[in-house]
Structure formats: structure tokens, C-alpha cells
């Protein structure tokens, strides 16, 4: 589909069509090969509108992403705890409140010497 100015042309056999209604939701049928196609003259608005659209979602997922990883280094500490795994008597841990209130806190440990991960819910 095509628009050029204010005139609309059949994506088919880009004849000419009348009817510049405006409206993008009116199907204008082409009169030499019959296509049906929307009234494209009020469509160009909505084209620009779209990449302003898309970027700033963009944005909105970066800037999320970015406050729970200031949120991890703060919480982030080393207490007396003993590894699973190697036995390591310090381990590295953080604390994350999940965003139900059912599942409560759950505490990620990780080992200072081994680097062993694991989790455990309060
Ligand atoms: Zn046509
Ligand atoms: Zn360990």
C-alpha cells in the first residue's frame, strides 16, 4: 500500500482510487482489478507515531534492569556461613524480595572460595 500527498493507490496494480475519506479504517476497492484497500490517507500519521513508540518501551526495560542491579551490589555482603559445598566457613550473600508477598524472601548465597551458588527461602 502506498500513499503519496493525500492520494492512495491500489498496492495491486497502483491505479489511482477516489475516495480520500481520511479515514483509515474505510476499504476502498480498486475499480480496475477489484483489491480491496484501506484509505492510506490518514495512515501516515499513525507511521510516524511508531518509532517514537517503540524506543521509549526500550527504555523503560533498560531502566528496570538497571535498578535491581544497584538494589543486588548494595544488599550484597559476606557472612559467617558455611558452604555446601566446600565448606568454606564465608560466603558471599544477598537477599531479594520476590514481587508476591506469598513467596516471601528469598536469600542467595555464594561461595567467597569456590563460588558455589545456591538459594534458600525464608
Ligand atoms: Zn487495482
Ligand atoms: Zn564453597
Redesign the pocket.
Known amino acids: 500500500m502506498s500513499a503519496i500527498g493525500s492520494l492512495v493507490f491500489c498496492t495491486d496494480c497502483g491505479n489511482l482510487l477516489d475516495g480520500n475519506t481520511g479515514d483509515a479504517t474505510k476499504i476502498l476497492i480498486c475499480d480496475v482489478c477489484g483489491t480491496s484497500n484501506k484509505d492510506t490517507s490518514s495512515k501516515i500519521v499513525i507511521t510516524r507515531s511508531k518509532p517514537s513508540a517503540f524506543p521509549s518501551s526500550l527504555r523503560t526495560k533498560r531502566s528496570e534492569v538497571q535498578t535491581l542491579t544497584e538494589e543486588d551490589v548494595q544488599r550484597d555482603s559476606i557472612i559467617e556461613y558455611p ?6 566457613k564465608e ?1 558471599r550473600f544477598y537477599t531479594q524480595q520476590l514481587r508476591s508477598a506469598d513467596e516471601g524472601t528469598t536469600v542467595f548465597y555464594t ?6 551458588k545456591w538459594t534458600q527461602n525464608n
Open positions: 558452604c555446601e559445598r566446600c565448606g568454606q560466603v561461595c567467597t572460595k569456590c563460588g558455589h
